[in-house]
């Protein structure tokens, strides 16, 4: 009996900033290699392999689609069948392959029955303004021996130029009345524009006497826009989409005095203690203490990105300000309390406490912060973790360097409400204190012998389970302020030094305190780069979730 599937199985376009994928969004372990030697084609016996484009010629922006047939011609099942694509020059195409995406596993593939066919699509964006032609490249047929994969020119089509333009307005909206008046408009601003598709694409620009800009001969894409601060004004970036019309000629944005200079913001949750699955509800309050109102304030959390402790954000829950919210307005005076609501995620069962760190305002690096934590799961978990004290002997700028830790010290964990001492650890003669069976939660940290942390901010976080080890390293410096009174009996430990993993913190300002439900004060980003953080071990270092944590979770 001839046994025939055919599935069409299509995908979403992915942008094009997005290199080497495997089929089905996931990353190929190792990258395929290009060869100029080899045939034109795969050619695998038992399989017919067609691949074409659905038309001739695209246009410039237009979604390109090439469809892969394959074809089992022999009476035998045929195994590790593999379709991988890679596009050329700015185009990157993408698929669900489904069983034969190539992961770079061995075996890895599906496998085709006998007289089966399947076809698969691969979906990509004409984004680069200068070309000519689209590419197909590829590899379709049975998975070869090694990690690596060749490159196949499998098919191309034409692709006719089509261009369009953007420009518009910069303004500093002084008085806060969301109207450009006489006098606000801005000179010398910078534009910037990234072409969603297109990488490579980033036209520039300032703006005139003015305050008017035009971008010309850009490709028909949508492009996400954004204006530098300036002047102590921040703008909102805003995506454009260009056509060959004038849609796009007048494309306003409104400038506002930087979101940290008038507007202060708290998060806290409503509860102590929720467990998986929980809508935990928060409450965040905006308060404007500026001389002109405030508006199209929205929520940006979780700046680190995909953190499994996190609660969900951004969504209809939390109204203005979440990403398809209007914007939260705060009058001159007013405090503003809204109400959002987050789902506790599985994961954070696994370190006994779920987070919420977000800044209010544009998206930009001038905006107040707030933060908040709660307990999740069962009451009396505990977690370990170690902390190495070093002081920077030599002066030097690096982080940290062998011979400088600091043996001897009482290391105390302070309970944040209490303000008393649960734990106190004597370091070991390579600085090291190792905490065991502490309870989860998030504490204050003292040092004896006058020694304290250099950078006080932040709060430690012990957790159940460690993301990346368990192991930190603090400096501390010569401070003269007491050890604090242990209210526990201290212990000593002897335990062997074990391997651990340093991280530079970047600077950060200290988180607030407080009874539980803890909420976070609002502070203020100090800069782009702190969105990237380094997560180390079961003790953390937690102010916002764009800094970086000096130990981790």
Request: proline share 5%; glycine share 12%.
């Amino acid at each position: 009996m001839t046994a025939t599937r055919s599935s069409r199985l299509a995908a979403l376009v992915v942008g094009a900033a997005l290199t080497g994928l495997a089929l089905g969004g996931t990353a190929a372990a190792a990258q395929p290699s290009s060869s100029p030697t080899i045939p034109t084609a795969p050619v695998v016996d038992g399989l017919d392999i067609e691949v074409g484009f659905e038309k001739d010629t695209y246009l410039t922006g237009e979604e390109v689609v090439a469809t892969a047939t394959i074809t089992n011609t022999t009476d035998a099942p045929i195994e590790h069948v593999i379709a991988y694509s890679s596009g050329k020059d700015g185009v990157h195409f993408t698929a669900d392959a489904g069983e034969f995406t190539w992961n770079g596993n061995n075996p890895s593939g599906g496998t085709l029955d006998a007289h089966e066919t399947v076809e698969i699509d691969f979906v990509a964006h004409v984004g680069n303004v200068n070309a000519t032609k689209v590419e197909l490249m590829g590899y379709i047929g049975i998975k070869p021996e090694g990690s690596g994969l060749p490159l196949f020119p499998l098919a191309e089509a034409k692709v006719e130029k089509r261009t369009g333009y953007f420009g518009g307005t910069v303004y500093a909206d002084r008085n806060g009345n969301q109207t450009l008046d006489d006098g606000e408009v801005l000179a010398g601003a910078k534009i910037t524009a990234g072409n969603a598709y297109f990488n490579d694409d980033r036209p520039a620009t300032t703006t005139d006497a003015a305050g008017r800009f035009r971008i010309d001969n850009v490709a028909t894409v949508p492009y996400l826009v954004f204006v530098e601060d300036k002047d102590g004004w921040t703008f909102q970036y805003q995506q454009v989409k260009v056509d060959t019309t004038d849609a796009n000629a007048n494309v306003v944005f409104r400038g506002v005095g930087q979101f940290n200079q008038s507007l202060t913001a708290s998060i806290a949750f409503t509860k102590q203690r929720y467990q998986v699955g929980d809508m935990a509800e928060m409450k965040v309050t905006l308060t404007n203490t500026g001389s002109v109102p405030l508006s199209g304030i929205k929520a940006n959390c979780d700046r680190v990105g995909d953190s499994p402790d996190h609660v969900t954000w951004g969504d209809k829950l939390w109204g203005d300000l979440g990403h398809e919210g209007a914007g939260a307005q705060v009058g001159v005076g007013e405090t503003k309390v809204i109400t959002v609501s987050g789902k506790v995620p599985a994961s954070a069962d696994t370190y006994g406490i779920v987070h919420v760190a977000c800044d209010f305002g544009f998206d930009s690096s001038a905006n107040p912060e707030a933060n908040a934590w709660a307990f999740v799961g069962a009451e009396n978990a505990v977690g370990s973790m170690s902390i190495t004290a070093f002081a920077n002997k030599s002066g030097s700028d690096e982080w940290y360097q062998d011979g400088e830790e600091v043996p001897g010290l009482d290391v105390s964990l302070i309970d944040l409400t209490s303000k008393k001492v649960v734990v106190t650890v004597r370091s070991d003669a390579k600085g090291k204190a190792d905490f065991k069976n502490v309870p989860v939660g998030v504490y204050d940290i003292a040092f004896s012998g006058g020694w304290a942390r250099k950078d006080t901010r932040g709060d430690i976080h012990v957790t159940k389970k460690c993301k990346y080890g368990c192991d930190s390293y603090m400096e501390v410096v010569k401070s003269g302020n007491p050890q604090p009174t242990p209210t526990t009996t201290p212990t000593t430990t002897t335990a062997a030094p074990v391997q651990t993993t340093t991280t530079t913190p970047a600077p950060q300002a200290k988180a607030g305190s407080g009874d539980l439900p803890n909420t976070g004060a609002s502070v203020v980003w100090p800069a782009i780069a702190g969105l990237s953080a380094v997560l180390l071990g079961g003790v953390a270092v937690f102010v916002t979730r764009r800094r970086r944590k000096t130990v981790a979770e």
